[in-house]
């Protein structure tokens, strides 16, 4: 079975600032998905960003970018330019590409906290 | 934009009842999914739902819970015979007809047993 772990149950930023959250991941699979999730006070969850394994590329969007090191089975997330708003339980998550449920597995999350 | 809706936001139940929680998916999607997450522990898949039948069940999903979609809209879990472990928040999901598709998670409901 595949774990997801989250090693800092919280961090914190200032405003304006760079922070990176660390993920970790076990699976004997080569072939998957994973994903980050952002969760709010108002705690729906919204995908915040998502990599395929057998992509090179890290994955970028916006002011969030990923670090994935396939082989140490790593998957960080980079906030830059921190805004008040990230503020949010942020969960790393991982699905198998031949899991025909789809299903996700979470991490613990990480608390971020932005400081203005 | 399309989201996903719970009903309701909070439930309190005595343990032994059954309760139902309701989600309505986003309209063109065939995928279904629920997870709970009980305070302070990680969000833990419970099921998914294709075609009008589980794809895939959690060990935590037994004879105590089901799934529904009774009408073209909602997808509803069902537990027969609620116990105080079964407090938790309960959200669902959905995702387009692609298994890489983004799943879109609803608010949830906060289950609570007394």
């Known amino acids: 079975a595949q774990t997801v772990t989250q090693s800092q149950p919280e961090m914190s930023v200032q405003e304006a600032e760079t922070v990176t959250l660390s993920c970790t991941y076990d699976?004997?699979?080569?072939?998957?998905?994973l994903f980050w999730y952002k969760q709010p006070p108002s705690r729906q969850m919204i995908l915040v960003i998502r990599q395929e394994a057998y992509k090179q590329q890290n994955a970028t969007e916006n002011r969030f970018s990923v670090n994935f090191q396939k082989a140490a089975k790593s998957f960080s997330l980079k906030i830059s330019d921190s805004q008040l708003g990230d503020a949010a339980m942020y969960f790393c998550a991982y699905r198998s590409s031949r899991d025909a449920g789809n299903m996700l597995t979470f991490g613990g999350g990480t608390r971020l906290m932005v400081k203005p | 934009e399309p989201e996903v809706t719970q009903t309701p936001s909070h439930q309190v139940t005595q343990m032994g009842q059954e309760v139902i929680l309701r989600c309505v998916p986003i309209?063109?999607?065939?995928?279904f999914y629920w997870y709970r997450q009980i305070l302070g522990q990680k969000v833990e898949f419970l099921v998914s739902f294709y075609n009008n039948e589980i794809s895939e069940k959690s060990e935590i999903f037994d004879d105590q819970f089901s799934v529904e979609r009774p009408d073209g809209s909602n997808f509803t879990l069902k537990i027969r015979s609620t116990k105080l472990e079964d407090s938790a928040m309960y959200f669902c999901a959905s995702s387009a007809a692609s298994a890489y598709n983004e799943q879109f998670f609803g608010p949830g409901t906060r289950l609570t047993v007394l």
């Open positions: 699976t004997s699979e080569s072939d998957y998905y």
């Open positions: 309209s063109n999607h065939l995928y």
